[in-house]
């Protein structure tokens, strides 16, 4: 596997509580002025109807991080969910960080997911550890085709409890359920090790696009429960929501 670098985001030790936005809704760690209010639970509710920089009015905003190894698959799951398309060939590991925004339309309620794209890379952890504070969600993946990577998701989850909130949502995504043939972490072990944390669980391909719509969605539905509160409703609950809406391929579904 061919490894190029190449610098998409800039790094940044400062909190990406302030993030500046190009017309595609991408950006890089700064500072900027919304004109939004933050919640005490850091939940971005807008003073009035929103327009994001990506052109598109929101209700309510969240950040969501993806971390895990490099090459787990993180960008290309970012990229699959917010254009549609995989990033095959060789592979560019992210500098840094980076984020990309998605307006999902959430039970009638226009939810933007602010997602920040991390340097899975070790030299990185240091700019990485400033941002976990401010997230609302992580996506923890692993690769199944690489042994190493799920080792490490103990570590992963060590680190996210030092710097993340503690109620912070987290899911742990099994990522390239596609490759069949170099598949060395079977599902039932990611199952097992969800279990163990009690963390949800899919396995998901940003190649084929399997559950990839799913984890985003699933988690905007969670963070959006809980920042509305509404008494009468039941409480959501994320892994059975996913069970439910899971897509299978013969080889994901619980
Ligand atoms: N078969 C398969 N390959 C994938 C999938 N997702 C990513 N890849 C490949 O895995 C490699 C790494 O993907 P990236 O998304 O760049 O990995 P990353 O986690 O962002 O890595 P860092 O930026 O270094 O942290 C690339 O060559 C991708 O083409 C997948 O779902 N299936
Ligand atoms: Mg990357």
């Known amino acids: 596997m061919s490894r190029k670098k190449t610098v998409k985001g800039k790094s940044s030790t400062s909190s990406p509580t302030t993030a500046s936005t190009n017309s595609q809704g991408e950006g890089k760690a700064g500072k900027s002025s919304t004109g939004s209010e933050v919640q005490s639970n850091g939940v971005v509710h807008p003073s009035r109807p929103s ?14 991080m993806l971390v895990g190894d ?12 917010k254009d549609g398309a995989f990033l095959a060939g060789s592979f560019i590991s992210t500098v840094g960080i980076d984020f990309r925004n998605k307006v999902l339309n959430i039970d ?4 933007k997911l602010q997602i920040w794209d991390t340097a899975g890379q070790e030299r990185f952890r240091s700019v990485t550890h400033a941002y976990y504070r ?4 992580l ?16 570590a992963w989850l060590t680190e996210i409890h030092e710097y993340a909130q503690q109620n912070v949502v987290l899911m742990l995504l099994g990522n390239k359920a596609d490759a069949t043939q170099e598949r060395v972490v079977k599902r ?8 163990e944390f009690g963390v949800p669980f899919m396995e998901t391909s940003a190649k084929s696009s399997l559950n990839v719509e799913l984890a985003f969605t699933a988690v ?3 963070l959006k429960h ?6 009468n409703e039941p409480k959501f609950k994320l892994q059975d929501y996913v069970n439910k809406e899971m897509k299978s391929t013969g080889c994901c579904r619980s």
């Not at 009638?108 to 939810?111: L, Q, R, S």
């Not at 401010?134 to 969600?137: E, K, L, R």
């Not at 809980?226 to 008494?231: G, I, Q, T, V, Y």
């Open 51 to 64: 327009l994001s920089n990506s052109s598109e009015f929101y209700d309510i905003a969240f950040k969501v």
């Open 70 to 81: 490099s090459g787990v698959g993180k960008t290309c799951l970012l990229v699959r969910f």
């Open 108 to 111: 009638g309620m226009k939810v």
């Open 134 to 137: 401010d997230a609302h969600a």
């Open 139 to 154: 996506l923890l993946l692993y690769d199944v085709t690489n042994k190493t990577s799920f080792d490490n998701i103990q």
């Open 188 to 195: 039932e072990e990611g199952e097992r090790l969800a279990k």
């Open 220 to 222: 905007a539905k969670e």
């Open 226 to 231: 809980r920042s509305m509160k509404e008494p």
